[in-house]
């Protein structure tokens, strides 16, 4: 809603008020008046806001809940004065003078005209000044007289005397007829004041139908004394008339309102237990999240711990494991050795081997000068290397036992000989070695390694070196 719109629903709000106010539809103009007033006060329109605030209080007066309306006056009195509207707070301090006299509370009303005579030099407008001076001395008057004190009667009487006119409105003039009936009642000047009473009985067009009803009940009084009964019952009559019509008007606009006001704090009530039960739930729910989330986070712990110890246990592990790798390649390094060691004797005896061959050839010639015993020697030798050569087949398979244990578990087909050709490439030897090694021809190495290589189920283009290499 634009401010322009706000401006016209305001208004509208309060129209309807004083229009719902008129027909006597109570909470409905409560409600009007009460919208207005916050729409006024939205759009910083404060002085509008305590005129709307100053009709709720008089609607509240008028079904008969004055101390509502005192209590009302007193917010909008405040509001006047933080915002520095001083005619505004003039007219409510005014309204509360009105409000305790008619409950007859003097100290409460001297205070409110005090208040207003603090104020007295801010009011300027010449119309506003008539009408400020006017008032005070009216109520000064009123109050003089209700608490019995004749010379400040005698005054206020001559200064209200002073500022009375012609141009007075019905409303004015009753007013003005109900503090001098009070200052000749004082001064028991009764005719005077059956003269004052027959006029305020007589105002027509005017809402003060509590002073005139007063009026009525003090002069059939009067008339009572002095015989005249026909007036009196005339007099009682009208106001029994117009009582009954206001009581019903109130006791029905009564009811309504403490009825509207039990079913209001009724639905508070229950929008109290449903908060206090939302309340409830959030805390509940807050309750089993934070159970959620200490559990989580215990879960969390108890995993960190066991994720910890088996990441310390798998480290010993490890610790352990490479511990043993370094024993074992020691173990191999140490072997390897071993076999190099064997295998430079082997490359010996091989030679030795030679050597005898050739001996035994030169003595079948039996002019090379060698002996038989020479030769007896050299086989001695030789059966050493035999020896020597078994060690370092046992070396070798030592050595590979890994290898030669995938080797086997991947292909079983293979035979003991193709094993030990195997584990000989494995260790690095050329084809030469291997025969050597073998004590077989080299040709009879390359149809073994054919043979493997199709066990194996590797093409002729494959390299079974490079494959033996990968187990």
């Given at each position: 809603m634009t401010s322009g719109d706000s401006i016209f629903a305001a208004d509208a709000f309060f129209f309807g008020g004083q229009a719902l106010s008129d027909v006597n539809d109570f909470l409905q103009a409560i409600q009007n008046y009460e919208r207005a007033e916050q729409l006024y006060d939205l759009l910083g329109d404060q002085q509008y806001a305590i005129l709307v605030g100053a009709e709720l209080?008089?609607?509240?007066?008028?079904?008969?809940?004055?101390?509502?309306?005192?209590?009302?006056?007193?917010?909008?009195?405040?509001?006047?004065?933080?915002?520095e509207d001083n005619l505004s707070y003039l007219q409510l301090l005014g309204q509360n003078v009105i409000a305790y006299y008619s409950k007859r509370?003097?100290?409460?009303?001297?205070?409110?005209?005090?208040?207003?005579?603090?104020?007295?030099?801010?009011?300027?407008?010449?119309?506003?000044?008539f009408y400020y001076d006017r008032f005070k001395a009216n109520y000064r008057l009123l109050l003089a007289c209700g608490m019995g004190e004749l010379s400040q009667a005698k005054i206020m009487y001559a200064r209200l005397d002073s500022l009375e006119t012609a141009r007075s409105t019905p409303y004015l003039?009753?007013?003005?007829?109900?503090?001098?009936?009070?200052?000749?009642?004082?001064?028991?000047?009764?005719?005077?004041?059956?003269?004052?009473?027959?006029?305020?009985?007589?105002?027509?067009?005017?809402?003060?139908?509590?002073?005139?009803?007063?009026?009525?009940?003090?002069?059939?009084?009067?008339?009572?004394?002095?015989?005249?009964?026909?007036?009196?019952?005339?007099?009682?009559?009208?106001?029994?008339?117009?009582?009954?019509?206001?009581?019903?008007?109130?006791?029905?606009?009564?009811?309504l309102y403490y009825q509207a006001a039990f079913e209001n704090e009724k639905r508070l009530n229950e929008l109290s237990e449903q908060?206090?039960?939302?309340?409830?739930?959030?805390?509940?729910?807050?309750?089993?999240?934070?159970?959620?989330?200490?559990?989580?986070?215990?879960?969390?712990?108890?995993?960190?711990?066991?994720?910890?110890?088996?990441?310390?246990?798998?480290?010993?592990?490890?610790?352990?494991?490479?511990?043993?790798?370094?024993?074992?390649?020691?173990?191999?390094?140490?072997?390897?050795?071993?076999?190099?060691?064997?295998?430079?004797?082997?490359?010996?005896?091989?030679?030795s081997k030679e050597r005898i061959a050739e001996n035994l050839q030169k003595l079948s010639n039996e002019n090379e000068g060698i002996t038989l015993k020479s030769i007896i020697a050299d086989l001695k030798a030789s059966k050493a290397d035999n020896t020597k050569l078994m060690l370092i087949k046992q070396n070798i398979?030592?050595?590979?036992?890994?290898?030669?244990?995938?080797?086997?578990?991947?292909?079983?087909?293979?035979?003991?000989?193709?094993?030990?050709?195997?584990?000989l490439i494995r260790i690095g030897l050329n084809r030469k070695e291997v025969a050597n090694l073998r004590n077989t021809s080299l040709e009879a190495v390359k149809s073994s390694r054919f043979r493997i290589?199709?066990?194996?189920?590797?093409?002729?283009?494959?390299?079974?070196d490079e494959y033996i290499n990968t187990l």
């Open positions: 209080t008089s609607l509240y007066k008028k079904n008969g809940f004055v101390d509502k309306s005192i209590q009302e006056r007193e917010r909008l009195i405040q509001k006047a004065r933080a915002n509370n003097f100290e409460k009303m001297n205070g409110y005209l005090n208040a207003m005579d603090a104020l007295e030099d801010s009011v300027t407008d010449p119309y506003s000044k003039k009753i007013d003005i007829l109900t503090a001098k009936a009070a200052y000749y009642e004082i001064f028991e000047n009764q005719l005077a004041m059956i003269t004052s009473l027959e006029e305020i009985a007589a105002i027509e067009g005017t809402n003060q139908f509590e002073a005139q009803i007063q009026a009525r009940d003090k002069l059939a009084t009067l008339y009572a004394e002095q015989g005249r009964i026909s007036k009196v019952a005339e007099l009682l009559e009208r106001n029994t008339h117009i009582k009954d019509s206001i009581y019903e008007i109130q006791k029905n606009n009564t009811f908060d206090a039960r939302i309340e409830l739930l959030e805390s509940e729910k807050k309750l089993v999240e934070n159970k959620r989330n200490s559990l989580i986070a215990l879960l969390s712990l108890a995993f960190l711990a066991i994720g910890l110890i088996i990441y310390f246990r798998n480290r010993q592990k490890i610790k352990e494991q490479a511990y043993q790798n370094i024993l074992l390649n020691n173990k191999i390094a140490n072997k390897t050795e071993e076999i190099n060691v064997l295998l430079n004797e082997t490359i010996q005896y091989i030679k398979e030592q050595v590979n036992f890994e290898f030669i244990k995938k080797l086997k578990t991947a292909h079983p087909e293979l035979t003991k000989t193709d094993v030990e050709i195997c584990s290589k199709k066990k194996l189920g590797l093409t002729p283009e494959a390299s079974l």
